[in-house]
């Protein structure tokens, strides 16, 4: 059964607290994505990797690390430094380092940091 | 940030009706593609139109891309209570192949 695997779906933190959100694919796609969702609004770019061991910064990078030392995992470390990390993350991955293709959604993880 | 705008923001229709939306984008695009969400879930990809395409179809849905207005529009024909879900467009363009999204239409199909 091919997918994408996050975990963990719901995830609550203290406030300057660093956390690593799972994320697990292996529809042996090269490129792995992450995106921040907010209530009523569209998805933002956070990191993105073409290929393991390299990974760019999206829009929104700022406070975020991630690393992918393997092809089918890209985790994603919300640091203490995040502002407001309240929020719904979304990994997806898709075939090629080319960005037309579709790309594959995860279920998602809610993160809530008080 | 969001090329994509969808237009309307919420939209309420009866089932066997049709439904649809608009996407409009800012600058110029390689390829189009719509987006289902469910509450809470993660998004699940409906269809892709190229910038050299003008209309797709898959199933009971009908896509149309006029790049000269910058827009697109999804139709769903016969909604079904399952077509309940936010839609969302993305764009890539030229040379930056990140994709963009829009806010997405918030789709309630009554019984």
């Known amino acids: 059964d091919g997918g994408i695997t996050q975990s963990p779906k719901y995830l609550f933190r203290k406030e300057g607290q660093n956390v690593t959100l799972s994320c697990e694919q292996n529809?042996?796609?090269?490129?792995m994505y992450w995106y921040r969702q907010d209530p009523g609004q569209g998805l933002r770019l956070i990191y993105y990797s073409q290929i393991v061991n390299d990974f760019q910064k999206g829009d929104i990078a700022e406070g975020y690390s991630v690393s992918r030392e393997k092809k089918e995992s890209f985790p994603l470390t919300v640091t203490s430094a995040q502002k407001n990390p309240t929020a719904f993350y979304l990994c997806?991955?898709?075939?090629?380092?080319?960005?037309?293709?579709?790309?594959?959604f995860g279920p998602g993880t809610r993160l809530t940091v008080t | 940030s969001q090329q994509g705008e969808e237009d309307p923001q919420a939209l309420s229709i009866q089932e066997g009706e049709n439904a649809t939306m608009n996407c409009s984008y800012k600058?110029?695009?390689?390829?189009l593609q719509w987006y289902r969400q469910n509450s809470g879930r993660g998004l699940v990809h409906l269809i892709l139109i190229r910038s050299n395409e003008r209309e797709k179809h898959s199933g009971r849905l009908r896509v149309t891309l006029d790049t000269s207005k910058k827009s697109s529009s999804l139709l769903i024909t016969a909604s079904r209570a399952a077509d309940t879900a936010s839609y969302f467009c993305?764009?890539?363009?030229?040379?930056?192949?990140?994709?963009?999204f829009g806010a997405g239409t918030t789709v309630t199909v009554r019984a």
């Open positions: 529809l042996n796609h090269d490129a």
């Open positions: 993305a764009t890539d363009e030229p040379r930056d192949y990140k994709l963009s």
């Open positions: 997806a991955s898709s075939t090629s380092v080319a960005w037309t293709y579709e790309q594959y």
């Open positions: 600058t110029s695009i390689n390829n």
